[in-house]
């Protein structure tokens, strides 16, 4: 069974930065697009960042573009989300997800119901 578990969260003042991690278990990050979502308080969860199966494909939601990057390491099985510039509205959990149809869209939330795989999430808080 896929199982994957974010980390890197925490606390921030505006500006600063953080990388966040997905690591996967029971299955290579090779066979799944990976997407990362979050969810603000009151919010309904919405797409940030996805990349294809075969890592060619990359997509950001026009709030982090320029600003975020995915990436992903097959020799440790994990997808990173690094976070420079952070603002305040960035603030919220974030999650990482898997899709087998494996691939990567620009309009990240309509695709959401194709990942079928979650994490438990980890928050990003950025505040002065």
């Known amino acids: 069974q896929l199982q994957l578990v974010e980390s890197g969260g925490g606390l921030v003042q505006p500006g600063e930065s953080l990388r966040l991690s997905c690591a996967l278990s029971g299955g290579a990050v090779e066979n799944f697009a990976i997407g990362w979502f979050r969810q603000a308080p009151g919010k309904e969860r919405e797409g940030v960042s996805c990349i294809s199966k075969t890592g060619y494909s990359t997509a950001y939601d026009g709030s982090v573009k320029g600003r975020f990057t995915i990436s992903r390491d097959g020799a440790k099985n994990a997808v990173y989300l690094q976070m420079n510039n952070l603002k305040p509205e960035d603030t919220a959990i974030y999650y990482c997800?898997?899709?087998?149809?494996?691939?990567?869209?620009?309009?990240?939330?309509?695709?959401?119901?194709?990942?079928?795989?979650w994490g438990q999430g980890t928050q990003v808080t950025v505040s002065s």
């Open positions: 997800a898997a899709a087998e149809f494996g691939l990567c869209f620009p309009d990240i939330t309509r695709f959401i119901k194709k990942y079928n795989s």
